[in-house]
């Protein structure tokens, strides 16, 4: 078998530190003036209205547009950003009051008031778009103003998680002047409150961020400038790092690239190698009559080796995962290694045949060609050879870009398809509740009962999260006995930048998006 801990070369190249924690290694405190900082990334957003993204779109829109609580460098759980104070009011946990700054602006001179703030939440829902984030929203029962500046959120049930959700970047507050109460903006333009400004924007490739002067937060920008280049691979990225084209990446690097970093050809370069809480999985569809059987899913779980996957295919760049919560945050487990064990193909085949199935079982795997790195193609090829050579699975192969694969899902097209998850709040909670329920973020109905109506509901109660570890342990087990869902592997965070680079380390939220502003050149080294 193959060695299942992460062994990877650590050269003087390489700075490793914890993202999440924000801890702080390569950092100068002096902010660079010498022009944008060019950053590069396969993540290219797919809307630019908050209102339809629940995707990679919030990397760009945690730079342009503000939301009331955020996380500052180093913190963990939100804090205020458009707003100066955020709190439950009482102990039921079912009113969260937030007071914004005074005097608070778009980029372009409108004033910022609760009312946008309401104006901006309802919208989510009433658009209620198919790739939108409204399913974040359902402890929301309504949203209240007083005045320009006090906003109240009325929850249905109990939700801690609440603040949370108000952190991701869906929750970006947008001018009712400029982005309709019932529709989508589509004049392609930006005026946000965040720290950036958008100056410019090419679809695919690259987007321009200038400093916006009327920003108030806790954001302190070590720069003046950001350009954002979109690329189509990994290779190409690292070309242009090379090259000095561009001055640090982020996400997207593939795993023979991140090797080729850390050797000593890449003496000018660093690269900050941290934490990371992204995961990759298979979600089986119960409308194809195959998946639908639970003996296939639970076959398939057997027979799949999460360590090869995570050796030949990305070279140990990424760790086998046994559970749809990840290793670091609260209530973690390994279910699916505690049932299933090391891959076994005589367990498999006895699981079918006990089911009265022994003929091969014909399954199409679908998975989407520009979304979750360049090595995609090859993690899929690799399922295929492990399934087909246990001699108990046929498989076919097919793939579609990431717009028109999104719309195949949600249509409930695919029988077996592969999704990644970057997280949207570092809470067991967003492991498990977006991907449960009749309406979930998969478009695959699954409703789980005991977890969408006991056991989420009795966690989102207690404000101390570390009290809730039995119910998350509880729910994890649900999704094993279902194995509705198949977790790979969970991934770490790379940042290669070029060495006259600073605030790389300092530069991910909990959730793994990059605030832009953390970035500098240094002065000296």
């Known amino acids: 078998m193959f060695n299942r801990n ?128 409204a399913g974040l929203l359902g402890s929301l029962d309504r949203v209240e103003i007083r005045g320009d500046r006090d906003v109240y959120f009325h929850l249905n049930q109990p939700d801690t998680t609440f603040p949370f959700v108000l952190a991701t970047p869906a929750m970006s507050i947008v001018d009712p002047r400029d982005y309709p109460a019932e529709s989508l903006r589509e004049d392609g333009k930006v005026f946000g409150s965040g720290p950036y400004e958008l100056r410019s924007y090419e679809e695919g490739k690259q987007a321009v961020l200038v400093r916006n002067d009327r920003y108030q937060g806790f954001a302190e920008r070590q720069n003046d400038a950001v350009t954002i280049r979109y690329f189509q691979d990994s290779a190409a990225m690292v070309k242009a790092l090379r090259a000095k084209d561009i001055d640090l990446t982020y996400r997207g690097l593939a795993a023979g690239d991140i090797i080729a970093l850390q050797g000593h050809e890449a003496e000018d370069l660093q690269l ?99 979304r979750y ?4 193609a090859r993690e899929f090829r690799e399922l295929k050879t492990q399934l087909e050579n246990s001699g108990l699975f046929t498989i076919t192969l097919k793939s579609r870009p990431w717009k028109t694969y999104v719309v195949g899902y949600q249509k409930g097209e695919y029988p077996v398809f592969g999704r990644g998850w970057f997280p949207d709040f570092p809470d067991a909670d967003n492991f498990i509740a977006p991907f449960v329920g009749e309406q979930n973020a998969l478009g695959t109905p699954y409703p789980a009962s005991r977890i969408t109506k006991e056991l989420l509901p009795a966690s989102r109660r207690q404000s101390d999260r570390a009290a ?58």
């Open 468 to 525: 809730v570890v039995k119910q998350f342990e509880e729910a994890q087990q649900i999704l094993v006995d279902d194995a509705r869902l198949l977790p790979l592997w969970q991934g770490r965070q790379y940042v290669a930048a070029s060495d006259d680079i600073s605030g790389g380390e300092r530069a991910l939220d909990p959730s793994t998006i990059m605030m832009m502003w953390e970035l500098h050149r240094k002065t000296s080294w």
């Open 6 to 133: 992460r062994c990877l070369r650590r050269l003087a190249a390489i700075a490793s530190v914890s993202l999440v924690a924000g801890c702080g290694v390569l950092s100068d405190s002096n902010p660079d003036s010498k022009g944008p900082i060019v950053v590069g990334t396969t993540s290219a957003p797919s809307t630019l209205d908050p209102a339809a993204a629940w995707d990679g779109s919030w990397e760009l829109f945690r730079n342009i547009y503000q939301t009331l609580v955020a996380y500052p460098n180093g913190a963990t759980t939100p804090q205020p950003d458009a707003a100066k104070s955020c709190a439950f009011t009482g102990s039921s946990n079912r009113t969260y009051h937030c007071a914004l700054r005074p005097d608070m602006e778009f980029a372009d001179g409108h004033p910022l008031t609760a009312e946008a703030v309401k104006h901006s939440i309802d919208r989510i829902r009433a658009i209620d778009a198919p790739s939108g984030p």
């Open 373 to 376: 790195g360049s090595e995609t």
């Open 272 to 370: 900050v190698d941290g934490a990371g809480t992204d995961i990759s999985y298979l979600v089986f569809n119960p409308k194809d009559p195959w998946a639908d059987k639970i003996a296939v899913r639970k076959a398939v779980a057997q027979v799949v080796d999460r360590a090869a996957i995570a050796h030949k295919v990305y070279k140990d760049t990424v760790d086998p995962l046994y559970s749809m919560v990840p290793k670091g945050l609260t209530g973690h487990t390994t279910g699916f290694f505690d049932d299933f064990g090391e891959p076994d193909v005589a367990k498999a085949r006895k699981i079918l045949t006990d089911a009265g199935i022994t003929e091969r079982v014909p399954l199409t795997l679908w998975y989407t060609t520009d």
